[in-house]
């Protein structure tokens, strides 16, 4: 169901933040920053008149210049951090799971075995950008209790879910608080630009959190009321991300503003923070977390590249899809555990579709270690923000070009993007560090309680009515 060309719910409950975005551009009391989600820019040529998969991204960010922007930024970035993280907290998953397995079938007990095998872990990771070392994975093993809120950083049981579509993530604290623990604790790409504009990239600019205005355009409403959550919130009430437009509303400053953006000469992102790899801008279809997760963790875990970079299995608008990676019997990185080991990975579009994969799943009938959740049929390109078409195909032109941006990049996998690789250097650390779980991981909470899935938790992705 191509939702978006038929859904009225984006329209009802798009309030006119348009309005908002444009006095603050007009009256400028504030550094204007603004970041664009991966499908955007395959769906703003479309909004403004062109042919569905038109891809405008250079036109768009001239046209995001000329608005008066400031700064413009990519959500490619933070996608590709998004990925360091979440592949370094799948893989810490997989090895503790791994652990355990091999303590109970060859060592019960021995925690000889367990040091030793959690220091060769430790010992291994010789690439590039370093994929943090399992620290709690001997804690795990030893059958502790773990959990996926990123505090002690001990890993979180298996399957991980993915958490950067908050009408899914809407869905697990109201209808699934029990996979709470399952969900990454990596806070989605939007958030995590947030979180570095305001504590990070403020700072290095002379600038206080509230110096800055930082507006995201995005494919759904759900992404508006992400930014509301308590936890992306400063003490003293500061927003992390500040105003949250819509691909429609985009368009509708655009027309507003009488900027031509197809006809302007294309420029490129801000650094740092708007380098993006062609893994970025997968997330924007279904399948595409998971396979850029795929590509990095892949190679990080055994020194090889993920073999046939483009994995078919998880790609397309099937509403379920499924895959095993089996990783080499023979890496050329030696970590323990993981020789000749397989992933098997499920993803879901459409929250009928989520919601029938979790069935199967809590029925004991299907197992996997990683599944990704869109709560929109084909994933963001399909979301309730994005242009009305009358195009059944549209949804699937949409993903084409997705998957020709990823195709056409120079650097396709998150580890090789440099502003990704610095960032670590200089600030983070390592992937799953200390600094990078205080700004870049969060946690949910179960309010299955107090509140029960109400229409609009359904409806705001819009997807999940088709
Ligand atoms: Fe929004 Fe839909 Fe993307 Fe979820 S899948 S983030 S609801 S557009």
Redesign the pocket.
């Known amino acids: 169901g191509q939702c978006s060309s038929v859904c009225p719910t984006g329209a009802i409950v798009e309030h006119s933040e348009w309005r908002r975005v444009v006095d603050a551009l007009e009256n400028k009391t504030k550094v204007m920053v603004i970041q664009t989600?991966p499908?955007v820019r395959v769906s703003i040529g479309e909004e403004l008149g062109l042919a569905p998969g038109t891809v405008e991204t250079g036109q768009m960010v001239s046209a995001q210049r000329a608005l008066g922007f400031d700064y413009v930024f990519d959500a490619n970035f933070s996608a590709d951090l998004t990925i360091m993280e979440e592949g370094t907290e799948l893989l810490q998953r997989l090895a503790a799971h791994w652990q355990r397995e091999e303590v109970h079938s060859h060592h019960p007990a021995s925690a000889i075995a367990r040091a030793a095998a959690a220091s060769s872990l430790n010992g291994a990771a010789d690439t590039n950008v370093v994929m943090a070392a399992p620290a709690g994975a001997e804690a795990a093993a030893a059958g502790e209790h773990a959990h996926g809120e990123g505090h002690g950083h001990a890993p979180g049981p298996l399957p991980m879910f993915t958490s950067?579509?908050?009408?899914?993530i809407n869905l697990v604290e109201k209808s699934y608080p029990e996979l709470i623990p399952h969900l990454s604790s990596c806070k989605?790409p939007q958030m995590m630009m947030g979180a570095l504009v305001k504590h990070y990239w403020a700072g290095k600019m002379g600038l206080k959190p509230e110096d800055v205005c930082l507006v995201g355009v995005?494919?759904?409403?759900?992404?508006k009321h992400?930014t509301e959550r308590a936890e992306f919130r400063s003490a003293g009430g500061a927003y992390d991300c500040d105003m949250v437009i819509t691909t429609r509303e985009f368009g509708h400053i655009l027309r507003y503003k009488k900027i031509p953006m197809a006809s302007l000469a294309p420029s490129e992102f801000d650094n740092p923070l708007g380098q993006g790899t062609g893994a970025a801008v997968l997330f924007?279809a279904?399948g595409g977390v998971m396979e850029a997760a795929l590509r990095t963790a892949y190679e990080l875990s055994t020194g090889e590249p993920l073999p046939g970079l483009e994995l078919g299995a998880v790609r397309g608008t099937k509403g379920i899809k499924e895959a095993a990676v089996k990783l080499p019997v023979n890496p050329t990185t030696v970590k323990a555990g993981t020789a000749g080991k397989e992933i098997r990975v499920a993803v879901a579009?459409g929250i009928g579709n989520a919601r029938h994969l979790l069935q199967r799943m809590q029925a004991g009938e299907v197992h996997y270690d990683f599944v990704e959740v869109?709560?929109?049929p084909g994933?963001?390109?399909?979301?309730?923000?994005?242009p009305k078409t009358h195009d059944p195909e549209a949804v699937l032109k949409r993903m084409g070009a997705i998957y020709q941006i990823d195709k056409d990049a120079p650097l396709r996998r998150s580890h090789e993007n440099e502003s990704i690789q610095r960032i670590y250097a200089d600030f983070f650390g390592q992937p799953g560090g200390e600094l990078a779980h205080k700004l870049l991981h969060t946690h949910y909470t179960d309010h299955s309680v107090d509140t029960q899935p109400t229409a609009r938790d359904l409806l705001?992705?819009?997807?999940?009515v088709s």
């Open positions: 989600a499908s950067c579509c908050p009408a899914w989605s995005m494919p759904c409403t759900a992404k992400e924007g279904t579009s869109m709560a929109c994933g963001c390109i399909g979301g309730g923000g994005q705001e992705g819009s997807g999940g």
